[in-house]
């Protein structure tokens, strides 16, 4: 099973990831340090997708 690696940028509003896919959903809330590694569902655009989130590279 081929596997595709999109990267791009996150939106992200008060704390919380904001859905790739429709801009509208708020995913989940990013913890302190800033690393996430997680499958998330978006009940707005009913797509799921894998986010492998770490803010300490960022900078």
Do not use: W
């Amino acid at each position: 099973m081929p596997t595709s690696e999109k990267s791009g940028k996150l939106i992200i509003k008060d704390g919380y990831v904001m859905c790739p896919g429709c801009g509208k959903m708020k995913l989940l809330r990013l913890p302190s340090d800033g690393k996430v590694k997680a499958f998330v569902f978006c009940r707005h655009c009913k797509q799921e997708r894998f986010l492998n989130i770490d803010l300490s590279l960022s900078h």
